[in-house]
T-cell receptor, first 115, second 112 residues
């Protein structure tokens, strides 16, 4: 299957700081990338859908000014958690989709801990 | 929007037995149904998928069945092995350009 690389895998930051997470498709062009949040022992919750060259579409209840998403190229999307608070601590995971396939391939996830 | 329900939430089987996980969906327009396996702290891995134009698909010990009329699909794992232990998620989608709606997950434990 296709390879999606997500970095960092773990990050600890102080309250009030910002954290950037990168998601890269290594061997295909990802026209669409998805960002999810996953709480322990729970399912994947879609935060936003990112299409290359256009603004991300956020799901209801997700603050777009807090979770900044940029999809500047066909191989890279970034999620920036701004002014992080302890309640933002979670497992964030991206997936990438290339055309014409509908199959989504996931990054390895980022464990964010805000202290 | 789409609503995907998944059962059971936990499942324990003896090594060598079969495991079945079931999902239902609400939107009849959904036409693509993947299954993902996620080990603790790792990424979900696509293990099998099915499109609405077929009723069954098999890949070695793994099979998926789809009943479009009843709007449900199932994952079947035969001859289970300890390494099959993981959380399994089903999902439904209306095709290219559309998001996935995930089930709530099933934690499978295969007892040696």
């Amino acid at each position: 299957g296709a390879v999606v690389s997500q970095h960092p895998s773990r990050v600890i930051c102080k309250s009030g700081t910002s954290v950037k997470i990168e998601c890269r498709s290594l061997d295909f062009q990802a026209t669409t990338m998805f960002w999810y949040r996953q709480f322990p022992k729970q399912s994947l919750m879609l935060m936003a859908t990112s299409n290359e060259g256009s603004k991300a579409t956020y799901e209801q209840g997700v603050e777009k000014d807090k979770f900044l998403i940029n999809h500047a190229s066909l191989t890279l999307s970034t999620l920036t958690v701004t002014s992080a608070h302890p309640e933002d601590s979670s497992f964030y995971i991206c997936s990438a989709r290339g055309q014409p396939t509908i199959r989504d391939f996931f990054g390895q996830g980022t464990r964010l801990t805000v202290v | 929007g789409e609503n995907v329900e998944q059962h059971p939430s936990t499942l324990s089987v003896q090594e060598g037995d079969s495991a079945v996980i079931k999902c239902t969906y609400s939107d009849s327009a959904s036409n693509y149904f993947p299954w993902y396996k996620q080990e603790l702290g790792k990424r979900p891995q696509l293990i099998i998928d099915i499109r609405s134009n077929v009723g069954e698909k098999k890949d070695q010990r793994i099979a998926v069945t789809l009943n479009k009329t009843a709007k449900h699909f199932s994952l079947h794992i035969t001859e289970t092995q300890p390494e099959d232990s993981a959380v399994y998620f089903c999902a439904a989608s209306k095709g290219p350009g559309n998001q996935f709606y995930f089930g709530t997950g099933t934690s499978l434990t295969v007892i040696p």
